[in-house]
């Protein structure tokens, strides 16, 4: 760092500082007398995380950044400080390392008061150090109400990403990893006594003829409102997921084999009575209700498998017995 050039104590970015808002200009005049100019060329570091404090800045013209170390020793940047901006003044009130590192962007020029100014001017003149300390406290609250919105925009993002990575985007219903992963958990963490819990396999009869007649908007529409149908027929607790294409699984926890398979028929039903709107054709305006059926295998744990990959198969292997014996049907593991 060197001396810059002569900065007014009138520079507009000084005048405009929120450390002076409240001040008149005899108490502007006071504390400015103390301040001592600065120049940082660009790159330069003004000051570094953990050092000790004992100045405060303003920014008078140029951009610094401010940066923080990370857990594996990386700095990741915070934000950047603009012209009229304070900074540094929480190292000489709390007596605390400075806590982050400050570079320049470009050349910049500061106004310094050190820290033993600081108090004196507290001590000395306590109604400007009364409203010396306002404007520290009143920015500081600003900055914590950024960072508080900034960490529920976090929040929020992490959350959204959390659910598009175990969401089927068409359906809304959990996806195939989330399912396994949810099923293998269970046995995972039981202990010898395992609770019971159903898997429901489901595909949709024929859906290929849908797609091949009506077209693959057709076919969606036929996937989402069987999703609906699913989704209104359990309770709360259970599961559900697309798996890929037309086909669907179901969790059921502390399910026994008659709760299981009413829970299906109720399902099975469901999508053989409803009908779907679509275009009769793929690119036709015409719009026509249509029909669809679906087949079910269930299997029950601890009944059928011990472990995650056993209750798959054995519920895959249900469901193809389904489709063996004329689909539109429901069946039970033997």
Do not use: C
């Not at 600081?118 to 109604?127: A, T």
């Not at 057709?218 to 997921?241: M, P, Q, W, Y």
Request: aromatic content about 6%; hydrophobic content about 45%.
């Amino acid at each position: 760092m060197s001396e810059a050039a002569a900065i007014p104590i009138n520079d507009p970015a000084l005048l405009k500082s929120p450390l002076f808002a409240a001040m008149s200009e005899l108490e502007y005049n006071a504390v400015t007398a103390f301040l001592e100019r600065t120049h940082i060329k660009k790159d330069e570091l003004l000051f570094s995380e953990g050092d000790a404090g004992g100045d405060m800045f303003i920014l008078i013209s140029g951009k610094l950044s401010a940066f923080m170390s990370q857990s594996d020793g990386t700095r990741r940047w915070m934000f950047n400080i603009n012209p009229g901006d304070f900074l540094g003044e929480m190292s000489i009130i709390a007596n605390e390392p400075r806590s982050a590192t400050i570079t320049a962007r470009e050349d910049s020029d500061l106004m310094t008061l050190q820290g033993i100014d600081f108090y004196r001017i507290v001590f000395e003149h306590p109604m400007i150090g009364v409203k010396l300390l306002k404007a520290i406290g009143s920015v500081q609250d600003m900055w914590l109400d950024q960072n508080s919105r900034h960490l529920n925009d976090l929040m929020r993002w992490g959350e959204n990403a959390r659910r598009r990575a175990i969401t089927d985007e068409l359906t809304g219903l959990y996806n195939r990893r989330f399912l396994e992963e949810t099923i293998k958990d269970r046995f995972d963490h039981s202990s010898v006594g395992l609770r019971k819990m159903a898997l429901l396999m489901m595909d949709l009869d024929r859906v290929h003829e849908i797609n091949n007649r009506f077209g693959t908007v057709a076919g969606d529409k036929v996937i989402i409102a069987t999703a609906e149908i699913i989704r209104s027929n359990l309770r709360s607790g259970d599961i559900a997921a697309r798996l890929s294409g037309d086909e669907f699984a179901m969790l059921l926890p502390d399910t026994d084999k008659r709760d299981a398979q009413a829970i299906a028929e109720d399902i099975r039903a469901a999508v053989s009575e409803n009908r779907v709107k679509v275009p009769n054709g793929k690119d036709s305006r015409e719009m026509v209700n249509i029909r669809i059926k679906t087949s079910i295998g269930i299997a029950i744990a601890p009944t059928h498998a011990k472990n995650r990959e056993g209750l798959v198969v054995v519920a895959d292997d249900a469901l193809r017995k389904a489709k063996e014996m004329g689909r539109d049907r429901v069946e039970i593991a033997d």
